[in-house]
């Protein structure tokens, strides 16, 4: 908690996590090329779906990341609902695109490969209809973050909305085991090992790793620019509420013209 | 005037009184808690009453099914599967209990063969041949590099691993 209250402060946030933020972007773009060329160009073809598992590079990791960014908003959701830290708002709130993205990412990517392998674009079985799940629930959480003009007052409902929806992660983990799937079971996070040669796992290591890094920039990039954006909004206000606005309840962005003194609820 | 964000108390949460935190927690702890579990539920609920595929052994018997479009999942027997031009594809499914034979008239997917698993969706005959409109093939989560599966079977050493089930 104490570790909490020290990032919560924006200036501190931004002193400690501008250098990391350059680091964040090159080796997302240098793991990604690398990933992608080692995978693409020197990985094994398999045993029974030759080339077509190269798929997996893309596929894997942006399903991993679509779970890994939705339980990172549903943990920065509880901060910011019980303890009010606006940063951690700010940190779901700026995770919900990068983890669409990916979710998307997964389920086209995942159809495409259906289509080679299973030879249908798409089916109603556990895994897959849970992953559409989630891209609702996404869909879901930016729409609410959207509807509700007061940010306390979205934060909060997202933020709950978050924390609900999380119930669908193990769901999605566990769905290829608790139910009969077309999904093949999991390969590499299982009880026995990945069942998987070295050869195709150190590439896709790589990918998620480089996933990983793309969506920590993302993510602190969004982070550092709403932060200054706020500063912006805050110096721009009339004396009064300047004094006595805090960064963590703002008015809401933008001209409002049918309340010109919009903004000094906060 | 002068007044900037920096100034302020850089800790929220001692701004905060301590009742109402707390009670944000209670809250988010009960709330959260109930409203998960009765999704997991819903979830278990609707788990145990849907079936994605039927194995062999546990399809219900073509009375039973009254016509129902139903999945049915195992693997493709070795040496059964008949390809005529004009006529349509029969092949036998599989759990090593019980075995159903399968007509279709659908494309068979790339993956598609003997001793792979398959997953068919279509209507129970009365004859108690499966009408599948729709092929698919399964695949399981093994991944073998082809030279090492070739390498592997040079050696006659592939059954082993397929008796270690590490492939199948």
């Known amino acids: 908690m104490k570790m909490l209250a020290f990032l919560a402060n924006p200036d501190r946030f931004r002193r400690l996590t501008g250098p990391a933020l350059p680091v964040a972007g090159l080796l997302a773009a240098g793991l990604i090329l690398a990933g992608a060329v080692w995978a693409l160009g020197f990985s094994p073809a398999d045993r029974v779906q030759g080339e077509a598992v190269k798929i997996m590079y893309v596929h894997v990791p942006a399903a991993w990341m679509a779970m890994a960014a939705y339980a990172f908003i549903a943990v920065a959701s509880l901060v910011g609902y019980v303890w009010r830290h606006s940063l951690a708002d700010i940190a779901a709130r700026e995770a919900a695109l990068p983890g669409f993205v990916f979710t998307l990412l997964a389920l086209v990517t995942g159809s495409i490969w259906g289509r080679i392998t299973w030879g249908v674009w798409w089916d109603w079985d556990a895994r897959m209809t849970s992953m559409l799940a989630l891209l609702f629930i996404y869909a879901g959480y930016m729409a609410l973050w959207r509807a509700i003009e007061n940010e306390g007052q979205a934060a909060r409902a997202a933020a709950l909305l978050a924390m609900v929806g999380a119930i669908n992660l193990p769901i999605i983990k566990f769905s290829v085991d608790f139910w009969e799937t077309l999904h093949q079971k999991a390969s590499v996070i299982r009880a026995d090992g990945p069942s998987m040669p070295a050869s195709m796992l150190w590439p896709l290591a790589i990918m998620a790793l480089g996933y990983t890094a793309l969506f920590a920039f993302y993510v602190m990039l969004r982070m550092h620019t709403v932060i200054l954006e706020k500063r912006r909004d805050a110096r721009a206000r009339p004396a009064r509420a300047a004094s006595t606005a805090t960064i963590s309840h703002p008015a809401p962005a933008g001209p409002d013209p049918s309340s010109p003194g919009q903004g000094e609820h906060a | ?168």
């Open chain 2, 1 to 168: 005037m002068t007044d900037s964000p920096q100034e302020k108390p850089d800790k929220p949460a001692a701004r905060m009184p301590r009742r109402r935190r707390q009670q944000r927690l209670m809250l988010a702890a009960l709330i959260v808690p109930a409203l998960t579990g009765a999704i997991g539920l819903a979830v278990i609920a609707i788990g145990q009453s849907q079936v994605y595929f039927y194995p062999p052994r546990d399809l219900p018997s073509a009375s039973e099914l009254g016509g129902r479009t139903v999945r049915l999942g195992g693997m493709v027997v070795e040496g059964s599967i008949q390809q005529g031009l004009e006529t349509d594809t029969s092949f036998k499914v599989t759990d090593y209990e019980k075995t159903v034979t399968v007509v279709t008239s659908d494309m068979l997917p790339g993956l598609f063969g003997e001793n792979q698993g398959v997953v068919v969706q279509g209507t129970l005959a009365q004859d108690g041949t499966f009408v599948a409109a729709r092929v698919m093939a399964k695949h399981d989560e093994n991944y073998m590099p082809a030279e090492v599966a070739d390498a592997l079977e040079d050696s006659g050493r592939l059954e082993d691993y397929k008796n270690k089930g590490l492939v199948d």
